[in-house]
């Protein structure tokens, strides 16, 4: 009776698995005069495939701007597919990139960090192929998006997550935008989803510090634009507040919004428009398209 009930609860479980894994998400709208890529393989690492999709315009006569666009879900769950909203980057003339990386399940820290290094590295190293100017990369995410966004830009050249992937050049993106990221996992070790992802190295103080994102910036590090909910239950607020007040010490451009009362990215239609048209404004001030 017990093996007769396990097994059901067993093919229960692996049929929740496989719906989960057959979500169906609307497909990115894109202009007819782009060319799509979906599920390019930009990196293998023990029978793992990097994904990465893809849009890109190959017509136009000078190089594009790209933006990377990095899922979010606490480094445990979460899909690239799950990304679809990028028309205002087509409309802005941007070509976009939308990657996924290994989730804890398959790798703990700092899998996820190695993984984005690679996809960025990829753009650099197909730049000409895909008509792209890798002087105006934008790396966004959200939340743990958010952070993987911060650790790819503000490491810069420095190759201690690039174990898996090299680039002989300066790596340099031109602006980051990070979305309610988190930015110090010291003070979040408690987290279930930040313990979980740190694994076995959960004490290890040091490389706590080399996995968060505020340890890196220096006077060279790229302009960044933050947007953060005051009342976010799940990434503290001031982990947003001391990013900022780090960057302006250091006399990094940087654009904090707060959104009043918002939560972790709920936030209200007028919400998002306002981060929409200042984002599009910080953007505007540093790249041209």
Known sequence: MIFKYGLSLYFIWI???SFAQQKDYKPVK???????????IYKEIDGWEGRIDLYT???????????????????????????????????NGYAVANVAYRLVDIAPA???????????????NNAKK???????????????GGHLALMAGLLGDNTTYDADCTYDGKLKVAAIINKYGLT??????KSKSVNRWLGKKIHDIDFISSVSPINYV?????????????????VPYKQSVKLHKILIDNKVTSKFLTIPNGKHGKFTEEQNKLYSSMMWEFLKTIIST
């Open 110 to 124: 700092p899998a996820a960090i190695e993984d984005i290094r690679c996809a960025l590295i990829y753009l650099y």
């Open 57 to 91: 315009n190959n017509v136009s006569d000078k190089p594009t701007p790209i933006v990377l666009n990095i899922h979010g879900g606490g480094w445990n769950h979460g899909e690239k597919e799950s990304q679809t909203g990028f028309g205002s980057f087509f409309k």
């Open 218 to 234: 220096t006077k060279k590090s790229p302009p960044i634009f933050t947007v953060h909910g005051d009342a976010d239950p799940i």
């Open 15 to 17: 049929f929740a698995l």
């Open 30 to 40: 894109f202009p007819e005069h782009y060319t799509a890529q979906i599920d390019v």
């Open 130 to 144: 895909l008509n792209i100017d890798t002087t105006k990369i934008v790396v966004i995410g959200g939340s743990a």
């Open 184 to 189: 110090d996992l010291k003070p979040l070790v």
